[in-house]
Nanobody, 125 residues
Framework: QVQLVESGGGLVQAGGSLRLSCAAS????????MGWFRQAPGKEREFVAA????????NHADSVKGRFTISRDNAKNMVYLRMNSLKPEDTAVYYC??????????????????WGQGTQVTVSS
């Protein structure tokens, strides 16, 4: 099973940018749909973005559309989340996740087989 490690979180002012990275172990990375989720204090975890196995299809939550971009590099076993125009409401722990099921399952947390430990993103106003 793939193992995931996120990095790139931190403290940033509103309007700033960050790029989150997720490193995956194993030689089967390209067989997984990859997703990013986030959980803010006192709230449930929510979907942020997903990318298909070949990287050509992506989906983003309405709350981040136009500001965040998910991408992957199968040669490096990496998935990224570029976050621009950050807002205080983007403050959360961000999780990388891997799904071995069909791409259309990307919204369902229960379809993801592996999760990273999370990285904190804090946006100050």
């Amino acid at each position: 099973q793939v193992q995931l490690v996120e990095s790139g979180g931190g403290l940033v002012q509103a309007g700033g940018s960050l790029r989150l990275s997720c490193a995956a172990s194993g030689r089967t990375f390209s067989t997984y749909v990859m997703g990013w989720f986030r959980q803010a204090p006192g709230k449930e975890r929510e979907f942020v973005a997903a990318v298909s196995r070949d990287g050509f299809t992506t989906n983003h939550a309405d709350s981040v559309k136009g500001r965040f971009t998910i991408s992957r590099d199968n040669a490096k076993n990496m998935v990224y989340l570029r976050m621009n125009s950050l807002k205080p409401e983007d403050t959360a722990v961000y999780y990388c996740a891997a799904c071995s099921g069909a791409y259309y399952s990307y919204l369902r947390e229960d379809m993801y087989d592996a999760w990273g430990q999370g990285t904190q993103v804090t946006v100050s106003s």
